[in-house]
């Protein structure tokens, strides 16, 4: 089956339905052996040092993989995409632009669903077949989010790396369904984590590779990763339409307010932390959630892969304590 690389959660059921593997680029930069060589390889290329980690990882993930087509989502997520598109477009990557609608227009989202199932010879009937043929995965993606703040037997590392990987089921659904069933039997049989402080990650995903683990020996535990949670689309949609409007990243800061307000009402939140990635225009955002979100609140930034580096390790040892 032929590759289909995209640069943030679209659709997949689309791509699925027309027998192609989806291929999340951020996954593959993030999982690389060494993935500060990507960035090298694409600053090299002419990229300058000032353009987001994430941007530079996507460039060299897509000419590592060589995939069939890129779906580039050039309006809701980040906007350096038109810039990437136009580079890899150079390189002779096939570009399929997908947009989401700033005001949440069902209408406009159909109209951009219509043409990328142009795009693969599908219809909606397939497409349909193929979000009822994901719906058990993403119900027990919902399980482990319940076993992670309900009963405390899945730490937030645990709860990030199954919910981030939602977002292509790392290239094969069944083998996902199987390795996701397989760790929620062995984390019911755990006895329940009690850790002091229960954190809320809001923002995109950690460049970082050891937060987690980070802040669980500083006897802190996440248990609501915000985006993380909407790439394995939690909600009961009644059609592939709602199940993409109900997705609250790509809508902006207010959208997204709204579920983080919920979400961080059940689940006993003592404090946020919300990771920004350096030269990101969603930094700009961090003030909203400041002012609309009435807990502790401590921004974290970040620039390029690896461990958390002492400055901000300090930053959330003192965040932590002030909570405990």
Known sequence: MGKIAFTTSIPVEVIIAAGKTGLDLNNIFITAEKPQAMLEIAEEAGYPRSTCGWIKGLYAASLSEEPEALIAVIHGDCSNTQALMETLQLKGVNIIPFAYPFDRDPAGLKTQMEKLMDCFQVDEKQVEDARKALRPIRDLCRQLDLMTWQDNLVSGGENHYFLVSSSDFNQDPVKYQNELQAFIAMAGKR?????????????????????????????????????????????????????????????????????????IAQRHID???????????????????????DLPFLTLEGDRPGRVDARSRMRLEAFINMLK
């Open 191 to 263: 006895r329940p984590f009690k850790e002091k402080v229960r954190l809320a990650y809001i923002g995109v995903p950690p460049i970082f590779t050891d937060l987690y683990t980070v802040l669980e020996s500083l006897g802190a535990r996440v248990v609501y990763n915000e985006v993380q949670r909407q790439f394995s689309m939690p909600g009961d949609s009644a059609d592939i339409i709602q199940q993409y409007i109900e997705y609250t990243y790509p809508y902006g800061a207010f959208a997204r307010l709204e579920d983080m307000r919920e979400q």
């Open 271 to 293: 404090g946020v932390i919300h990771y920004t990635q350096t030269f990101c225009y969603r930094q700009i955002e961090d003030l909203i959630f400041r002012e609309k979100l």
